[in-house]
């Protein structure tokens, strides 16, 4: 078998290749079917806002610029749809399974390929790779860039380092908890290097160089690398830098530096310290964070344990094992437990709410003690082969089968058979119920044939149903790419998403008397107050009824399509 110089084998890039395949066409398939979760929809409908007004400011409720820059691109050369605004995301979580390679030099090639599929399969993992949100992305660059850090550590080449610290960029420009990232390494380099010391104690009274020795060489290496590489390593944060500024500066005054250069220091200014004031604004502030640890930290267990349990039973072995029954536990299985750990207990105290997308941060790094895991079992298996144990065999089979098989399982269930069902532990509360997706067709059809006003929104001035909706809103085609749009237009979503793909005209009224007397083809309001406007709607028009959020039947949407409307089918 054919081998690279630094021990892994061909047969496992091929391997790696062939899972990360499968992870990518397990995310596109079907990529579009679920009806937009609220998030997804505002975030995506921004983003065609932003294309249309030509101009783009950092705005800290929808997170990062990576997703609005480059869904940009990818809505102007494929249109905007729900396959193409999730399209990004996949194909990142489908790759991820790539950056398994970069740690070669670390695990073993099972443990390798044991790493991919874990990313590859993970229904947690699989569940938010198929949904347009930031996290699987920032997850897979941190562990990207970790793993070409590791790269340049082990081979000391420097295109490691330059790649590590764009992919490291990139992270920043996904999700503002990637500050936490560099919190959750130094806590884990922090016990890696404590795990050290404490192998140095044992060894004082022999004849080991002791903790202080030891402490002495790691520091003399660290200082001695980074004056080597003093030039690579300005360089690569100058890159970083530039990374960062690029996505966060405002556009297009980023733009016109080129042909203005006498405006560099206000987009400067804008991108670096205006950016962090709109997020100390938002995510900084207490009032964010105002929640029972205790059920947050409960809600995230239960989603490990529905998603991750094995997972998390593979890598409390990995780690386990490495750290106990080795003669020395190896930094990368330990560092990526310590760093997993920090993130379960961790945003619990941090998370504005409690979503299963918190997971993410903590899967990721717990996939390589998982690998590690593996390579327990494997191993296990293996001396029964050789030495003729057969139930040693059985034991290791029969727990890599039954893994696989409850994996897989769950990832059916959560991903393709009930993605936006309340009985699916993956699902935030936002994501809207029911099939919407026949209705929002016909929605999109009507609206693309009429002509004149579209769609009615109906809500309730008085609110007597005690809805909290707000469907009116004055200028209903308005949008600050400072403030975003006005109040109302939250509490439609996701239609508004939906209607942009035709340019749909939208109103709506707020009184039964301003219900006009020939209505649009499309009236949109709750069951609550449909009592108001239903009497005035004619026989043509069929009623579409769905939960605005899975948890909360109080809020239940109603949809009138006038059914004459419909255009004929070409």
């Not at 993992?125 to 997850?139: E, G, I, Q």
Request: glycine share 8%.
């Amino acid at each position: 078998m054919s081998r690279t110089r630094d021990g892994s084998s061909a047969r496992v890039a091929v391997a790696l290749l062939a899972v990360a395949a499968a992870g990518l066409a397990a995310r596109l398939w079907s990529l579009g079917w679920r009806v937009a979760h609220q998030d997804e929809a505002r975030v995506a409908h921004w983003t065609l806002q932003y294309m249309e007004l030509g101009a783009w400011e950092y705005r800290a409720i929808i997170h990062g610029p990576f997703l609005p820059h480059v869904n940009g691109v990818v809505f102007d050369l494929l249109g905007p749809s729900d396959f193409t605004m999730r399209l990004v995301v996949a194909v990142v979580g489908g790759l991820l399974v790539l950056s398994a390679w970069l740690f070669r030099s670390r695990l073993s090639d099972v443990e390798v390929v044991a790493l991919g599929a874990f990313l590859a399969a993970n229904p947690v993992l699989l569940y938010y790779s198929r949904f347009m949100r930031n996290d699987v992305l920032l997850a897979a660059f941190m562990l990207t860039a970790l793993g070409c850090f590791v790269r340049f550590v082990d081979t000391r080449r420097v295109r490691y380092l330059y790649a590590g610290a764009l992919v490291f960029a990139l992270a920043f420009t996904t999700k503002e908890n990637s500050l936490l990232y560099p919190v959750c390494w130094l806590g884990a380099l922090a016990l890696v290097f404590d795990g050290r010391m404490v192998l140095a104690e044992a060894s004082d009274d022999e004849d080991g160089p002791g903790r202080y020795e030891t402490a002495k060489q790691y520091a003399g290496r660290v200082l001695r690398g980074a004056w080597r590489h003093k030039l690579d390593l300005v360089l690569s944060a100058f890159v970083a830098a530039v990374v960062v500024v690029a996505f966060y500066a405002p556009k297009p005054g980023f733009y016109q530096l080129f042909s203005n250069p006498g405006i560099a220091g206000d987009v400067l200014h804008t991108a670096t310290v205006g950016s962090y004031e709109e997020f100390a604004d938002l995510w900084g502030s207490t009032s964010t964070k105002q929640h029972s640890y205790i059920a947050f930290l409960e809600h995230d267990l239960d989603v490990l344990v529905a998603g991750g349990t094995t997972l998390v039973a593979f890598a409390l072995l990995g780690f386990l094992h490495d750290r106990y029954a080795t003669e020395q536990s190896r930094p990368l299985v330990a560092f990526c437990f310590y760093w997993g750990a920090f993130s379960v207990f961790g945003y619990p105290a941090v998370s504005d709410i409690a979503a299963g997308w918190t997971a993410v941060n903590a899967l990721v790094p717990l996939a390589v003690p998982a690998a590690a895991g593996v390579g327990v079992v494997v191993r296990y298996g293996r001396r029964g082969v050789e030495t003729g144990d057969a139930t040693k065999v059985r034991v290791a089979v029969a727990v890599l089968v039954v893994a696989a098989a409850g994996t897989g399982a769950v990832a059916a269930e959560t991903s393709y058979a009930s993605p936006q069902s309340p009985e699916n532990p993956l699902v935030q509360y936002a994501q809207p119920g029911g099939e919407m997706q026949p209705t929002i067709r016909d929605v999109k059809r009507v609206s693309a044939a009429n002509d004149g006003v579209d769609v009615l929104y109906y809500d309730d001035e008085d609110d007597d149903a005690g809805d909290g909706l707000e469907f009116h809103r004055s200028g209903d085609d308005d949008f600050n790419v400072s403030t975003g749009p006005p109040a109302g237009w939250h509490d439609r979503l996701p239609f508004p998403w939906y209607l942009a793909h035709v340019d749909a005209n939208t109103t709506s009224v707020q009184t039964p008397s301003d219900f006009p007397a020939d209505p649009p083809p499309v009236v949109i309001s709750v069951a609550s107050e449909e009592d108001d406007f239903a009497s005035q709607l004619d026989g043509d028009y069929e009623r579409h009824a769905y939960p605005r959020y899975l948890t909360d039947l109080s809020r239940t949407l109603v949809v009138y399509v006038d059914q004459s409307a419909l255009p004929a089918d070409a």
